[in-house]
């Protein structure tokens, strides 16, 4: 709600949501479904999916098909049966010989749903056609925030505002900072909490980078070279490099399209440089009363071209690999010259959860609070999640304060958002953790450094027992949540869902 003059917040539970990525997006459209009031705020001028494709697996299924967006999620996504991993990314590579296999069928079995991958901007498009486009407003780039509490107590006639760069100001009964890496709701957030005493200045900064990727989706490709592609289940293909410093992903897609990601582990001094110059910036924020930087003007963005020039000459480097894909003898440089550069992106990641997702009136969620490795959608699926377990207290509250009668208790208080934000924090903070912990693991696996990781990609393969490997697996996706307030799905899985007291 845009307020011009007036000192009065929203008469209605009203829900500020800062970035409209993939975990913003989804909050909005369950609060859509919810019949809660809700704005999202912008910085870009339209929608820029950053990543060629996502992995949706069991764990969000049955809420797309609560939200109604099951039919198309199938019709423009690709099942996944199995991954197959090459640990030597060179020209002497044959596609038939690979060094790993892993069944990837067990999903549908035993979870209810097949892991699918589907373009990221396919997704976002089915998203944004369930929000009315009034409710999505673009170049508000928020560079501040501010609690107002008339009472001093806490009480329902407290709201959050947010001012925007154009000089606007939106204000709602609580803020969601899902903007991302380098959110700035998060930065407000912890020097307030840094203010007050409640966190150290280090549990404030910026998770380093890890690993810079191009991802890419082709153009469709020629039916009777990439035949396997017309088949109704896919399979994952992963390269790793000779030197072990980058991997290559290749996800099919419909259409006769591959989705391919090369992932570029950061050298130890770029980490390093990265890690001294932004405890310097971070600090000097924390107790300066000037503007703060620009996003661009940021140490990350220092080092950006560096990042950038290494990843680019590993991209030029692997242009000679043989695909696997191709049963004509084709190499990766063909799917480069099948991607029109508008479909390639080049992303930085990190890993991490943040010790605090809230304070007061305001939540944090997606990338803004957690960061998983780009591994098996991990980053997407707990976005997701976030935004259900959100949706889910915030429709508690609401249907709470409707029910009361009195005048006074007609929007919640400060200690209702507090308690429902504490029950999403502790359910969400454990489950990104554990994906955390799994796509580093991962990583190791397929593109980790050195003799352990050899040996431990080697195991993983040949000798995991089945019943570790399911009792890992288990703990991803017996997370299977509902909406609370649409009307259930069943589940088809051998393997019941982990049960929920608010879903």
């Known amino acids: ?25 989804m909050l909005g459209v369950m609060l859509e479904h919810a019949n809660i009031s809700y704005q999202i705020l912008e910085r870009c001028s339209d929608i820029r999916p950053q990543g060629s494709a996502i992995s949706i697996g069991p764990t969000v299924m049955r809420v797309m098909a609560q939200l109604g967006l099951m039919e198309e999620l199938l019709r423009e996504s690709k099942p996944i049966r199995r991954l197959r991993f090459f640990n030597k990314m060179d020209v002497d590579l044959d596609p038939n010989q690979h060094d790993g296999e892993a069944d990837m069928m067990f999903c549908e079995e035993r979870y209810g749903h097949a892991i699918r991958v589907i373009p990221r901007s396919i997704l976002y498009r089915i998203l944004l ?40 100001e939106y204000r709602g009964s609580i803020l969601v900072g899902a903007d991302g890496t380098y959110s700035t709701i998060r930065q407000e957030l912890f020097q307030r909490l840094q203010a007050s005493g409640e966190v150290e200045i280090d549990e404030a900064a910026v998770l380093p980078p890890h690993q810079h990727c191009f991802a890419g989706i082709t153009e469709p490709l020629d039916t009777e070279e990439f035949e396997a592609l017309g088949e109704e289940y896919g399979e994952f293909q992963v390269l790793r490099g000779r030197d072990q410093t980058h991997s290559l992903w290749l996800m099919p897609l419909t259409n006769y399209r591959i989705a391919w990601t090369l992932f570029c582990h950061l050298p130890e001094d770029i980490v390093q440089e990265y890690k001294t110059m932004h405890e310097h910036s971070w600090h000097s924020s924390l107790h300066s009363s000037q503007e703060k930087p620009t996003r661009e003007q940021r140490p990350w963005h220092r080092l950006s071209k ?40 080049k ?11 809230y304070y007061h009136r305001t939540v944090l969620m997606g990338d803004a609070c957690h960061k998983s490795l780009p591994y098996g959608g991990q980053g997407a699926n707990q976005a997701i999640l976030d935004a259900i377990f959100l949706a889910s207290q915030l429709y508690t509250i609401d249907s709470s304060t409707r029910e009361a009668t009195t005048a006074e208790a007609t929007l919640p208080t400060r200690s209702d958002f507090l308690a429902a934000f504490e ?19 991962f ?54 869902p982990a049960s929920y007291p608010l879903c």
């Open 1 to 25: 709600m845009v307020m011009e003059s007036s000192g009065k917040g929203p008469k209605q539970l009203h829900i500020l949501i800062v970035g409209a990525g993939l975990g913003g997006i």
């Open 129 to 168: 056609s369930h929000i009315p486009p009034d409710k999505i407003h673009f170049n508000k780039r928020v560079i501040r925030t501010q609690e107002h509490d008339p009472d001093g107590n806490g009480n329902s006639n407290g709201f959050m505002s947010c001012f925007c760069e154009d000089g606007s």
């Open 306 to 345: 560096k990042i950038f020039d290494r990843a680019h000459a590993t991209l030029d480097n692997v242009r000679s690999v043989p695909i696997p894909y191709s049963n004509a003898g084709g190499v990766f440089g063909d799917l480069l010259d099948k991607t029109h550069p508008n479909q390639i992106s």
């Open 347 to 357: 992303v930085t990641t990190d890993q991490g959860v943040y010790c605090r997702w």
């Open 423 to 441: 029950l999403y924090y502790r359910e969400r903070s454990r489950t990104a953790s554990v994906a955390t912990r799994g796509s580093n693991w």
């Open 443 to 496: 990583d190791h696996i397929i593109g980790g450094h050195g003799f352990g990781s050899r040996v431990l990609g080697y195991w993983f393969f040949r000798f995991l027992p089945r019943k570790l490997f399911f009792l890992v697996t288990d703990r991803f996706f017996r997370v299977r949540p509902l909406l609370p307030f649409l009307p259930s799905v069943s589940d088809t899985g051998c393997i019941s």
